[in-house]
């Protein structure tokens, strides 16, 4: 069984266990965790853009768009992320590069398709978007350093791209939440 710490500061509020090993972790042993964030972003990193704060809910948009296993090593930190079909994740960066390992299904960045093998690597403050495939993708996301380091800041300003998978756009009552 793997040993478990606290591991805060993904972006994405991402729960209290993760493998915990100087050298061995197995995902297997892992449960996955959704991710959380409230309503105004809480959670979910301290950088959004003012536009979307109290016009995308972003607790709806976040609800099931993800679940992650992660392991935090000394000196590198590793997410094992599954994202929905169609999952939109709009314009952002971190604080630290990384380095993509798609495993299963397919994702999307721009125009390019990364399907099970593929993958990319991204410097620290690289704002990028990628979007899952039809039958959703697994992937790993693996940086240098500690995963209580990570920060994520989203830029993504227009509230009509915080797209759902199912085609809706989560807005607050007050400005009307629409389809696509």
């Avoid at 979910?44 to 296993?69: H, R």
Wanted: charge should be negative.
């Amino acid at each position: 069984m793997a040993a478990t710490v606290d591991a805060k500061g993904f972006g994405a509020a991402l729960g209290e266990k993760t493998a915990a090993s100087a050298s061995l972790f197995f995902l297997d042993e892992l449960e996955w965790v959704p991710a959380v964030v409230g309503p105004n972003g809480e959670g979910g990193g301290k950088y959004w853009p003012e536009s979307i704060i109290g016009t995308v809910d972003l607790q709806k948009f976040f609800d099931g768009a993800t679940q992650f296993k992660y392991v935090a090593g000394e000196t590198f930190n590793l997410l094992y992320i599954k994202a929905a079909p169609n999952i939109t994740i709009p314009r952002h960066s971190h604080n630290m590069p990384q380095s993509i390992v798609v495993l299963e299904g397919e994702i999307y960045r721009g125009k390019r398709r990364f399907a099970p093998g593929d993958g990319y690597f991204s410097r620290a403050h690289e704002v990028y978007t990628i979007r899952a495939g039809a039958e959703g993708a697994t992937y790993l996301e693996i940086r240098q350093g500690s995963l209580s380091e990570l920060e994520t800041r989203w830029v993504e300003d227009n509230p009509k791209r915080w797209i759902k998978a199912d085609g809706t756009n989560p807005l607050f009552a007050n400005e009307g939440a629409s389809t696509i």
